[in-house]
């Protein structure tokens, strides 16, 4: 069907047909379903249908346009998963999960819950516009991805890891989506302006631009919220991505410091994000820190590239930067 969204204008949209009505099942990603909770908070909601095979009409306003988001967002998941890693969904048994939209009235998150198998997306409030953007949408189906996987204990600094994986992921998905509307970048959240002031929830290139988040590991860092302490793991992936300093990446300007003064050289966020799904599906535990992230990630790209490549080098001086070993 097609889909007229909110952030990433006319798209496709996986539906199938019964009859004369048009339903919001994608039957070519495991028959992923989007629903509506109409402003409701339980339940698995309404399967989105109607007359005709499209969605929504780029405005807020209509309840069908969250829908199209949210299951542009949820295609886009599936495709890169299973187009760049081989990963048939979320728990690579060829299940599409589910997306509810409409939940309650004001809320400002969305979230991923592995006992419905699905997420949840609120509508926003004030300035802050509906959740349901490309790279929300990737960073929550991630959380389920990491569930299956690494399973990584959601606080100290695991959970940091864990965050920034859905983070890493839904950078990933955004650049690789390539929507004009919306083009890859290493901000998380820009599209919904949740200040009012038009920052993005995150940054990754250096991610004390936000006020809170970390750009280097300490020892006490396990101790803050699993959306600050991601900051290191955030800015490492940029870093290996694409290296330190100044830097201009479909328009957007970053600048990327080391903790320890010494440059970086990127590999590519490809790479970058290969190493990194590699080592959360291969080598990380529900315990793995910082430390073991490192080594984690050292061993894959050794495997991959051999421990005299430049990509290892790039994966130790990120490392070294973000003051993890040296
Ligand atoms: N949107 C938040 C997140 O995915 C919800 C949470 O705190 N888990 O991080
Ligand atoms: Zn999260």
Same mark, same amino acid.
């Given at each position: ?153 959601? =606080?100290?600094? %695991?959970? &940091? @890891? ?8 839904? /950078? *990933?998905?955004?650049?690789?989506? #390539? ?76 600048? =990327?410091?080391? %903790?320890? &003064? @010494? ?8 790479? /970058? *994000?290969?190493?990194?799904?590699? #080592? ?47």
């Amino acid at each position: 069907g097609t889909g007229n969204t909110q952030y990433s204008g006319q798209v496709t949209v996986g539906s199938v047909q019964s009859g004369s009505t048009f339903q919001l099942t994608d039957s070519g990603r495991g028959n992923h379903r989007t629903t509506n909770l109409n402003r409701g908070t339980s339940g698995t909601g309404t399967l989105f249908s109607g007359p005709d095979d499209i969605w929504g009409n780029g405005q807020a306003a209509n309840t069908e346009t969250a829908a199209a988001d949210a299951a542009y967002g949820a295609g886009l998941t599936w495709d890169y998963y299973k187009n760049v890693h081989g990963r048939s969904g979320i728990r690579g048994d060829g299940v599409g999960a589910s997306s509810r939209v409409h939940y309650g009235n004001n809320y400002v998150n969305a979230f991923w819950q592995d006992s419905c198998f699905c997420m949840t997306y609120g509508d926003g409030a004030g300035n802050a516009k509906p959740l349901t953007s490309i790279d929300v949408a990737a960073h929550e189906m991630t959380h389920g991805v990491t569930s299956n996987t690494a399973r990584l204990v959601y =606080s100290g600094e %695991s959970g &940091g @890891l864990n965050e920034a994986t859905s983070d890493i992921f839904a /950078a *990933a998905v955004e650049f690789h989506a #390539a929507n004009p509307n919306d083009p890859g970048d290493y901000l998380v959240g820009e599209k919904i302006d949740i200040r009012g002031n038009g920052t993005p929830l995150r940054y990754m290139d250096r991610p004390s631009r936000d006020g809170s988040s970390k750009d280097a590991w300490y020892s006490g860092i396990g101790s803050i919220d699993v959306h600050y302490s991601s900051g290191p793991a955030n800015h490492w992936f940029y870093l290996l991505s694409e290296g330190s300093g100044a830097k201009t990446v479909n328009g957007v300007a970053y600048d =990327s410091p080391t %903790s320890d &003064g @010494l440059p970086v050289t990127g590999i590519g966020r490809e790479k /970058a *994000a290969l190493i990194w799904y590699k #080592a959360l599906t291969t080598k990380f535990t529900s315990t793995t820190n910082y430390a073991g992230a490192r080594t984690g990630t050292i061993a894959v790209a050794t495997e991959l590239y051999g421990a005299a490549s430049a990509e290892v080098k790039s994966v130790t001086d990120a490392w070294a930067g973000i003051n993890v070993g040296a």
